[in-house]
């Protein structure tokens, strides 16, 4: 039963369409995201042409970050990209793929380094999930800092 005051998501669609502030601030909206996109597809080629240089073809670094992960011929060139300065957002992607237990010889300690040096709150915490994915206990614990974390955490 609907009200009489309720109005359907299509309606409420064609009042917004019919108003000029916003969809002026909807266009400039999109506008800034579709200039984000550009920048950060444009800073991540180098990245995937090194990885297709290896045999590895994705069109993003985000193509390793869920079920797809890094294989082991990718690792070097994503530790390599770690050291290279990188849009915040692609920098993420890199830290994420790397966040898996079969990268830890070439990334655990250029991500402890990450973490002990990041100052972007959110990398920082991307670095420390990514330790976690191939981390031992007491890599961990040595960690400057990590008593925020682990007091997350009850013993077992």
């Known amino acids: 039963m609907a009200r009489d005051d309720q109005i359907t998501a299509e309606q409420l669609m064609r009042q917004l369409e019919a108003d000029p502030e916003w969809v002026a601030k909807r266009d400039a909206r999109e506008a800034r995201h579709a200039e984000r996109a550009k920048l950060i597809a444009a800073d991540e080629t180098s990245v995937i042409s090194d990885l297709a240089a290896v045999g590895v073809a994705v069109s993003s670094v985000y193509d390793f970050v869920g079920n797809q992960l890094a294989p082991d011929v ?28 079969s990268a830890r010889r070439v990334a655990f300690d250029l991500l402890c380094d990450v973490y002990r040096s990041e100052r972007d709150s959110t990398l920082r915490w991307v670095a420390a999930n990514a ?7 007491e890599d961990v614990s040595a960690l400057p800092g990590i008593e925020e974390f682990a007091a997350l955490f009850p013993k077992r």
Do not use: Q, T, W, Y
Not at 74 to 92: F, I, S
């Open 74 to 101: 990718a690792l070097p060139v994503l530790a390599r990209h770690l050291k290279v300065e990188h849009h915040p957002r692609v920098r993420e992607g890199i830290i994420r793929a790397l966040g898996i237990p």
């Open 131 to 137: 330790l976690s994915g191939m981390a031992r206990f």
